[in-house]
């Protein structure tokens, strides 16, 4: 079957998904408790620039016979907000996924979807815990005037914290690669313990977060620290976001030569800005130490977001994204990403994106005949939100 045999089925389950998938209303039980759910769906196929050697696809040697692959996956998840009081909240959040889409079998270094997918809500960082992501409580504290201090204790994810953007940041409306949902060489953890304060000063912000995570890709369980500094201005252009972050972890990380232990240390901007009603812009540098073992040094990544109105259609909206991503001390020398998006908003509740993505690493091959991967992956991606 053709590649664009495989993404018309994909497209025609997907369309499906939106049919029977659309709900009524959203489930607010009253102003104290509220329940909200998401269901995506996604399919995408490669075409790869080349045939690569089997073993380096982690499915079956069959697949590297193909020169295309399709793969798809459905994550569902449901969210319980409870707020007794104005100052106190109780929050969880759990997550089902079927499939893990491309992202086991691509040979590329990022994942094409960066969403929570089966293997991702099974055995949580090497915890054990299956299916509950987040479980956290809030108390927030009056400062004067607007400003605002929140502190939050359980499990938590990082990434609500810390490097946020407008216009790259889920990758369930927005860009579905890894390399624009957050910086992918912050590496930040997601549900696990930990603590964040959140101060909220007027048109500044300062976030402070820490966790302790169950286990790395070594196998090793370590600290995470991470403090972000904002300014949040609206400029004549419109509302801008402004963010100097620093991110750290423990000394519980391999270096490059795997006989000792070193500890991480991250650092970056995040920048994103209205430009009037019709367009948006963000981007992000983001450099790291590399004393420890590190698939990248640095990462530059920028793009723009063209909004519906332009054309009527309000909900609607273009994102147009590029990633140059160095290498640090391991294999790969450096990787590049190209990636724009269709959303359409079909109505309140359900979505529905076309995506088109290249990718390209450069790796230090110490066979010559092995072949850099690069190549294009096309996808249509289906969520329902209530």
Request: charged residues 20%; contains cysteine.
């Amino acid at each position: 079957m053709s590649l664009l045999s495989r993404l018309s089925v994909v497209a025609a389950g997907l369309v499906v998904l939106s049919i029977v998938s659309e709900p009524s209303a959203a489930y607010d039980l009253n102003e104290r408790f509220a329940i909200n759910a998401l269901l995506a769906g996604a399919g995408q196929c490669q075409a790869l620039a080349a045939r690569l050697p089997a073993d380096d696809y982690d499915d079956s040697a069959a697949l590297a016979t193909a020169h295309s692959i399709c793969r798809g996956g459905m994550p569902v998840q449901l969210e319980m907000d409870f707020a007794p009081t104005a100052r106190d909240e109780f929050f969880a959040k759990l997550g089902w996924a079927t499939g893990n889409g491309l992202n086991p079998v691509s040979p590329f270094q990022l994942a094409p979807w960066a969403a929570d997918l089966e293997d991702d809500v099974k055995d949580i960082n090497g915890s054990g815990r299956n299916y509950l992501l987040a479980a956290w409580y809030k108390h927030s504290f009056a400062l004067g005037g607007d400003n605002r201090l929140g502190a939050t204790l359980g499990i938590i994810d990082t990434t609500a914290y810390l490097d946020g953007n407008a216009y790259a940041n889920d990758e369930y409306t927005q860009f579905m690669n890894e390399a624009f949902v957050n910086a992918a060489n912050y590496s930040l953890p997601s549900y696990d313990a930990g603590a964040a304060l959140e101060a909220s000063l007027g048109p500044h912000s300062v976030n402070v977060v820490g966790m302790r995570v169950s286990e790395n890709d070594d196998g090793d369980s370590y600290n995470f620290w991470g403090l972000q500094l904002g300014w949040h201005p609206r400029l004549g252009l419109g509302a801008g976001n402004y963010r100097l972050l620093v991110i750290g972890a423990s000394r519980d990380f391999p270096d490059p030569d795997g006989v000792d232990k070193e500890s991480r240390l991250a650092y970056g901007l995040s920048f994103d800005q209205e430009l009037g009603k019709r367009f948006g812009a963000f981007l992000r540098i983001v450099g790291q130490k590399d004393d420890a073992a590190i698939t990248y040094r640095a990462l530059y990544s920028g793009g723009i977001d063209i909004a519906g109105v332009s054309w009527g259609r309000d909900g609607d909206g273009i994102g147009i994204a590029y990633a140059h991503l160095a290498g640090g001390n391991t294999e790969v020398e450096h990787t590049n990403v190209f990636e724009a998006y269709y959303r359409a908003q079909l109505n309140d509740y359900f979505a529905l994106t076309a995506d088109v993505q290249y990718m390209s690493d450069s790796l230090e091959q110490a066979d010559p005949r092995q072949q850099d991967p690069s190549g294009w992956i096309v996808g249509l991606r289906a969520v329902a939100a209530f």
